[in-house]
């Protein structure tokens, strides 16, 4: 994934929708708490699609998915996935 430039403004906010998701405040997104973000922002996303999508953001394959795959997933434009 491409690193996106964004201002401190859009980071805040992209950092704020990051830490409400993040449920056990770990700094990095599960499998289980991505799946609760895009239900809620895209009720009809099938399970499966979601999982891909995560693979596909978690640049570094380390099961989770941090700030700035985040924040760089968000700015591209998350209804694409």
């Known amino acids: 994934m491409t690193k996106v430039e964004m201002s401190e403004k859009e980071l805040a ?3 704020q929708e990051f830490d409400f998701f993040d449920r056990d405040s770990n700094g990095q997104l599960s499998l289980t708490e991505f799946i609760e973000l895009l ?3 895209s009720p009809k996303t ?3 699609a979601v999982e891909e999508g995560f693979n ?3 640049d570094n394959h380390d099961g989770f998915i ?3 795959e985040f924040a760089n ?3 591209e434009g998350w209804w694409e996935y």
Request: charged share 35%; aromatic share 16%.
């Open 13 to 15: 906010q992209i950092k």
């Open 39 to 41: 239900t809620v922002l």
């Open 66 to 68: 941090d700030f700035e």
């Open 56 to 58: 596909l953001i978690d």
């Open 73 to 75: 997933w968000w700015k």
């Open 46 to 48: 099938k399970v499966s």
